[in-house]
Every structure is written in C-alpha cells, then in structure tokens.
Nanobody, 126 residues
Framework: QVQLAESGGGSVQAGGSLRLSCAAS????????LGWFRQAPGKEREGVATIYTGGGVTYYVDSVKGRFTISQDNAKNTVYLQMNSLKPEDTCMYYC???????????????????WGQGTQVTVSS
C-alpha cells in the first residue's frame, strides 16, 4: 500500500503562485508515476500533470502548460506542483495520485491511479 499526503494549498489572488507537495510513503516501489489531479464541484476529476519517477518524464494538461511545473525529490519520495500565473478557473480540490503504468494508455485517466491522497484546496480569486 502507498500513502500520499498533500500540503501547500490555500487562497491566492489571480496571477499569484502556490506550490503543492505530496509525500509518498509505504510500498513506493510499487508505483512509477506520481501525478496531480483536480476536481471542481459538479465536474469530473481532471488530470493536471504527472511524472515518471524512473526518469523524470512529465506530462501536462494543455490548460496548465507553461504555468505549472511538476517535479520530484526522490530522496524524500516527494512530488511537487509549482503553480504560477494562477487563474480563477484553477480553483479546485487538488489530489495527489500514484500509479504503476506501462506503455500505452492515457496518463490522465484517473482509473489508472490506484492510490490517492485526501486532497488540498486551491482557491484563486479575481
């Protein structure tokens, strides 16, 4: 089992920045992708970014490219999401997720991620 603990959410004005952290513990060798998803009330969970822990390859949803950066600290089993130039539409609950994925399939399919954190709220005001 893998446990994920997010931190770093909060409230910020449009144009501001936040950094989310996700500390992974437990049987972390059983996963090779750590990602961030977000969900607004009444909407489906959306993949934001993910990173291949074995080599650092990253993937992003188009709406955050150039503004968000996912990174990892393998020594700390922690993944980060640096969010810059935040917009009101980025307001969501953000979830950290972990998966073991081989080639093929879509990185942003939530069903492929077996382990989930509790979520951290990000609110961006205009």
């Amino acid at each position: 089992q893998v446990q994920l603990a997010e931190s770093g959410g909060g409230s910020v004005q449009a144009g501001g920045s936040l950094r989310l952290s996700c500390a992974a513990s437990g049987y972390t060798v059983s996963v090779n992708f750590l990602g961030w998803f977000r969900q607004a009330p009444g909407k489906e969970r959306e993949g934001v970014a993910t990173i291949y822990t074995g080599g650092g390859v990253t993937y992003y949803v188009d709406s955050v490219k150039g503004r968000f950066t996912i990174s990892q600290d393998n020594a700390k089993n922690t993944v980060y999401l640096q969010m810059n130039s935040l917009k009101p539409e980025d307001t969501c609950m953000y979830y950290c997720a972990a998966a073991y994925m081989t080639s093929g399939g879509r990185w942003y399919d939530a069903y492929r991620y077996r382990h989930w954190g509790q979520g951290t709220q990000v609110t961006v005001s205009s």
